[in-house]
């Protein structure tokens, strides 16, 4: 069952009910200025950190799903409602969402009157504006009133939540005509501010939640909004919020429309007073006036989407497979942005006080996300890097508004500096900028112990080379890619965070998975070795490949599949020896794309055995079978009920790494079934089983022993949009960024047919054509550019040229 459909014209997905499943959400902002915004006008606001600058408040845990956002009420008579539905939940006549690129529109209709909204973050401006068009569709004259609702947060999201004896005596506001300043903590250490004005004269204002609602009303019944009056009262600490009232007359057909701005303001220290005790409002209003007309709004929307298509074009796809289209083009790209900006701090599933950003997450991000904007990239590499200690380990997290690693979680999880060397490496590839490795990037945000960037990249791989285990296979330390594998973690009592508790490092347990990564970023840091002229440290490296690869085929393979890992007493993890957990998803899609077991046919074997034991309708589950109980010795993964996250869910995450290991065998067939298993769009139909919204991908899909099998969780933010687009993008349609040049060298099912790619590519922009005469899934017979054929298949790079027609014919 559907809520909506795809209007791939207008990039956008249409929700034509508010009730579906979970609120499906939207974000607004593409630099530092961020709003979440569900189906319903929910969500919340944030300037650069989602914990440390909340603007508005939400409610975690709430009893009715979504509450708190950023409402608009409308009185009519008796009857009040809500354009997006929420929270009064007066039934509609009618009801839209669109959820476009970088912006949402609601239009709801109720007894002859149209309210339309549109809203988003323009630009380079801290300030999310809203365009509200009231529209009266009857007969007769319409007197309405208009309330805008937002509800201050206090900043700290966390402390907001927790500290109520400080907080319910601090909050301040000041108002000047239509505008509402947010000023609590502005007396003290705090430099910055928030707005919420209009651009009309206002009829009223309130900004204390308990006169605006009445202490014992929720939202759905605000006092003031059913009296048809707010009461101009000053908050003096409680619960400020910030509501405008406008009273409309509307015509028979006439139309009004108001721009709303909520803004954050931050002043110089020696310039945050007016006078005593009144904030100094000449940035607010510089910025408020910006945005004062309708045109003001409309103009700064265009350059919004115009920016958009900009970036959009960078990848663009042309086959008769409109699922494929519509996702490479524009929503899987849109997601690779989301979780650039926001790693895993802020969604609907993280509340944006607990994570900062993940260290290994921020480094897959890149891989979906450098081909969009490079520079971005170039310095999010170097952000990461800073947080790396001396001898090559990491942070696993860091906060975004201090670039400081967060020291309540510590190192230890082994993989971490490794996914250094595969953003680095996926960066260089795209733009050709060495340069990045002679930066002089400090250690833990020290400058004094700064080295070049390329060292940085040795130390992450010598931090493996010196961290291995009696197989000879690396170290895990907490954990590995898989955070819920903790085999130095021995927690027996709740409220320990498997995360932190334990050691950070034992002696003995060892990781496949980590094993693999290092072959194949190992290559891929070797190459760059190369490329700087440093042969000997190429031969180094691979060497240390070569016997990596070699304790692998030794001690990481368990005959039908290689082992996940290697337990604190030398026990095997995902082999046939063990009672539950015999199979892993993670060592057979790693070790298969480092090229493990390709010639002998063990990656086949991988392979089948996945499809034999992992596969479902709903995609490829992370281990099987599933854990039953508690294993001490095993960590967080066996304390999830099985078939949930961790403990055999389906983990979209590693799903694309199955699909590129079937391409690295060429089977395209195989390697398009698992890429549509979990591809937003082609499960749209089954909305009420996937329940997340069918324009992003989630987390984790509930796996084949869950009650909710099928049902998907922690949607938006996740390693899966990286890692799909580069499958699909890269491997499946085979358009890959080498050192040299761009490889041209897809692997698509036999029935796939021809398809055109346009690929802007360090500055030049590829017209790409690919045949398959033969149905063949992989294999290009013969490669063309502007007429002249090439052997291989890389497209020599050539920056004069500005564009570049190719041909690619597969056998
Ligand atoms: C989750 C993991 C996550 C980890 C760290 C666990 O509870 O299952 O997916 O990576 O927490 O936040
Ligand atoms: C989510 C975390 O953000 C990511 O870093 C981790 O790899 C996966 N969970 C798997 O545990």
Known sequence: MKYGFFDDNNKEYVITTPKTPLPWINYLGCTDFFSLISNTCGGYTFYKDAKLLRMTRYRYNDTTLDTNGKYFYIKDGDTIWNPGWQPTKTPLDSYECRHGIGYS??????????????????????VELTKVTLTNKGTAKKDIQLFSYVEWCLWNADDDMKNYQRNLSIGEVEVVDSTIYHKTEYRERRNH??????????????????????????????????????????ASGWYPIASHQLNVSLAPGESKTFVF??????????????????????????????????????EAFEKLNAYWNDLLSKFHIESKDEHVNRMVNIWNQYQCMVTFNMSRSASYYETGIGRGMGFRDSCQDLLGFVHLIPDRARERI????????????????????????????GSGFNDDPLWLIAGTSAYIRETGDTSILKEMVPYDNDMSVATTLMEHLKRSFDYIVNHKGPHDLPLIGRADWNDCLNLNCFSEHPGESFQCFGPSEGPVAESVFIAGMFVKYGREYAALAKLMGDTAEEARVLAEVEKMTAAIEKDGWDGDWFVRAYDAYSHKVGSKECDEGQIYIEPQGMCVMAGV????GNAKKALDSVKEKLDTKYGVMILQPAYTRYHLELGEITSYPPGYKENAGIFCHNNPWISIAETCIGR????????????????EDISEIHRTEPYVYSQMVAGADAKFHGEAKNSWLTGTAAWTFTNISQYILGIYPTLEGLSVNPCTPAEFGDFNVTRVYRGVTY????????KVQKGVASLTVDGKEVVGNIIPFDGSKKTVNVVAEMK
Do not use: M
């Open 382 to 409: 170097i952000d990461i890097a800073s947080t790396q200690f001396q001898d090559g380990s990491a942070y696993h997290q860091y906060q975004p508004l201090t670039k400081k690693g967060n020291s309540d979680i």
């Open 597 to 600: 077991g390709i010639e002998d």
């Open 193 to 234: 501010y928030a707005v919420y004005s209009v651009n009309a004269k206002i009829d009223g204002f309130e900004t204390s939640r308990d006169e605006f609602r009445g202490a014992y009303n929720g939202p759905d019944k605000p006092d003031a909004v059913i009296e048809g009056k707010l009461h101009n009262t000053i």
């Open 261 to 298: 701005a909520l803004g954050y303001v931050e002043n110089a220290e020696d310039d945050k007073w007016e006078k005593p005790g009144i904030i100094n409002k000449k940035k607010a209003n510089e910025l408020l006036a910006k945005y004062q007309t309708e045109a003001d709004f409309d």
């Open 105 to 126: 529109k609601f239009t709801g209709v109720k007894n002859d009157v149209e309210a339309a909204l549109v809203t988003f973050v323009p630009i380079g401006d801290p």
């Open 767 to 774: 017209n790409i054509q690919i045949k398959n005469p033969n």
């Open 668 to 683: 395209g067939d195989r390697a398009f079934e698992v890429y549509k298993k979990t591809c937003p769009s082609y499960i």
